[in-house]
């Protein structure tokens, strides 16, 4: 009898036991620390040649601090140098052109109004002296009819007056060709804007060639960085994109990590998380997530257990935000995401 009622006692327990403890390990997972693991890298940037040219100088080899917007290699420029001389020899040239030009253009507009002048001033004394032939013409023929003149007296004011017509016409034609020289202006003046435009475009020219001049000498960017890996040494022939020197910036570091599919979701770009070397165990510094691929690929060969190798994953990259020279590139460490919101 009194087993039987144990019997019964011990089931409603193991069911509250089981409960408890299955409560307790749901807990626990739920509340446990995602992470992901992956490794430092560095963003590293390649400095490249834009024009072509003989190396003459590459001034930092491997691991040397680089200062920023320094010198760090040297190309011959001579052949960009007798380029700039001839197109300088060019405006010269172009300056003195446009120089005569534009006393020439002085000299003829400066004429042409004095030759112009003088012709309205012929053509005006013609007139009057038209005028008064054909009055006095007129008159003779008046006191012929009344007697008191000659023939004679007639046909010398006659031919007067047809003397003077003769002369106001060429006095006229003279005016007309004077004032049609004018476009001779025009073509000097043409000629000068031609010749300024010419200066113009060689100005140009030069400029844009002094920016070609620019780029022989090499420089890093506007950063403090490291020289990692030095690609081409003196005497060698760079071409536009060939790699120079790789430099690694010391303080933009990141941690590359791989996600599983089914985990991608709780990544979201700018997101606090927390960072933690193997090398440094228990010491977390903050990180922020500043990228997330939008491909899946399969997992890299690196990652532990063939389980894991099996999936697809996302590449994130996880920044990290204090304490960047403490990492070294190549070294191994944990992603910590927040749990329900906050990091742990």
Do not use: C
Request: proline share 4%; aromatic share 6%; glycine share 6%.
């Amino acid at each position: 009898m009194h087993g039987k009622r144990a019997r019964q006692l011990a089931l409603p327990l193991a069911v509250v036991i089981a409960l408890v403890g299955g409560g307790v390990w749901y807990l626990r997972q739920r509340h446990a620390a995602l992470y992901y693991t992956g490794f430092v890298e560095g963003e590293e940037r390649i400095i490249r040649s834009e024009v072509t040219g003989r190396v003459l100088q590459v001034k930092f080899a491997e691991g040397d601090t680089v200062p920023a917007e320094e010198i760090i290699a040297v190309l011959d420029d001579r052949d960009i140098q007798a380029r700039i001389k001839s197109k300088q020899e060019e405006i010269a040239v172009l300056d003195a052109e446009q120089g005569t030009q534009t006393e020439r253009v002085t000299l003829v507009a400066s004429t042409w109004t004095r030759d112009v002048s003088a012709q309205r001033a012929e053509v005006q004394q013609a007139e009057s002296a038209a005028d008064l032939a054909e009055r006095t013409f007129a008159r003779e023929e008046v006191l012929l009819k009344r007697g008191v003149s000659t023939p004679q007296l007639l046909d010398d004011n006659r031919a007067r007056r047809d003397q003077t017509r003769a002369a106001l016409q060429r006095a006229r034609e003279m005016l007309a060709r004077t004032e049609a020289e004018e476009r001779t202006i025009a073509v000097a003046r043409h000629e000068l804007e031609s010749l300024r435009q010419r200066r113009d475009l060689a100005e140009a020219q030069l400029a844009e060639l002094q920016v070609t001049q620019s780029k022989y000498v090499i420089r890093s960017p506007g950063v403090a960085t490291v020289a990692q890996t030095q690609f081409i040494w003196p005497g060698e022939l760079a071409q536009p994109g060939t790699a120079i020197v790789a430099v690694l910036d010391p303080a933009d570091k990141y941690v590359q990590i791989y996600v599983p599919v089914a985990d991608v979701g709780r990544l979201q770009l700018g997101q606090r998380v927390e960072i933690e070397l193997d090398s440094r165990p228990g010491r977390r510094v903050p990180g922020e997530v500043s990228f997330v691929a939008d491909k899946a690929n399969f997992t890299p060969e690196k990652i532990e257990t063939r389980s894991d190798r099996m999936g697809q994953v996302y590449r994130a990259k996880v920044r990290i935000l204090e304490g960047v020279e403490r990492f070294q590139p190549g070294t191994e460490g944990n992603v910590y995401l927040p749990v329900d919101g906050v990091p742990h």
